[in-house]
T-cell receptor, first 110, second 115 residues
Framework: QKEVEQDPGPLSVPEGAIVSLNCTYS??????FMWYRQYSRKGPELLMY????GNKEDGRFTAQVDKSSKYISLFIRDSQPSDSATYLC??????????FGQGTRLTINP | DAGVIQSPRHEVTEMGQEVTLRCKPI?????LFWYRQTMMRGLELLIY????????DSGMPEDRFSAKMPNASFSTLKIQPSEPRDSAVYFC?????????????FGDGTRLSIL
């Protein structure tokens, strides 16, 4: 079993929809949770960072962490075609290396 | 401010050939990471360096893979001999420190195809 599980999709939604992306994990030592966005033929770029449980909001993006369920989510409100990308969750325990999910490929249709 | 620079962007070569991928991290960053990304396995860490010293190479798949960082501004990942199953996108990333809130900055990758 992988340490981090993420549905690879693909996920296709109409413009303006609310998008929900999720990851589950098995390592209870993970404390730091991130979401990276990767456009086609580009490297991943950090989108959101959360420490421990709780919510964090940044514009149209909200990251949620539920450590009791070992479950993290990224919500995108008022989705735009420019949000079309692959979204990777990533997590780490302390100074340990980042462990990535497989990535969910998202398409927002105009 | 220049980001992480990788070269070449694309590499196509025949099985058995030596392949060398290059990376220039962001100036001032003291951590450098090499990743491999495939559809089947996603993004996997191969090796990382701190202050030019390899810290963890447990992700290097086999002895055919080697990585060096001769100075703070340059690193190479070498595959010799290459095999078709090495075909993937290889990313280099760098960060300033390994603390939790320091993001890793990725290059745009080298797309490697071994025929």
């Amino acid at each position: 079993q992988k340490e981090v599980e993420q549905d690879p999709g693909p996920l296709s939604v109409p413009e303006g929809a609310i998008v929900s992306l999720n990851c589950t994990y098995s390592n209870s030592a993970f404390q730091y949770f991130m979401w990276y966005r990767q456009y086609s033929r580009k490297g991943p770029e950090l989108l959101m960072y959360t420490y421990s449980s709780g919510n964090k909001e940044d514009g149209r993006f909200t990251a949620q962490v539920d450590k009791s369920s070992k479950y993290i989510s990224l919500f995108i409100r008022d989705s735009q075609p420019s949000d079309s990308a692959t979204y990777l969750c990533a997590m780490k325990a302390g100074a340990q290396k980042l462990v990535f999910g497989q990535g969910t490929r998202l398409t927002i249709n105009p | 401010d220049a980001g992480v620079i990788q070269s070449p962007r694309h590499e196509v070569t025949e099985m058995g050939q030596e392949v060398t991928l290059r990376c220039k991290p962001i100036s001032g960053h003291d951590y450098l990471f090499w990743y491999r990304q495939t559809m089947m396995r996603g993004l996997e860490l191969l090796i990382y360096f701190n202050n030019n010293v390899p810290i963890d190479d447990s992700g290097m798949p086999e002895d055919r893979f080697s990585a060096k960082m001769p100075n703070a501004s340059f690193s190479t990942l070498k595959i010799q001999p290459s095999e078709p199953r090495d075909s993937a996108v290889y990313f280099c990333a760098s960060s300033h420190g390994q603390t939790s809130n320091q993001p890793q900055h990725f290059g745009d990758g080298t797309r490697l195809s071994i025929l």
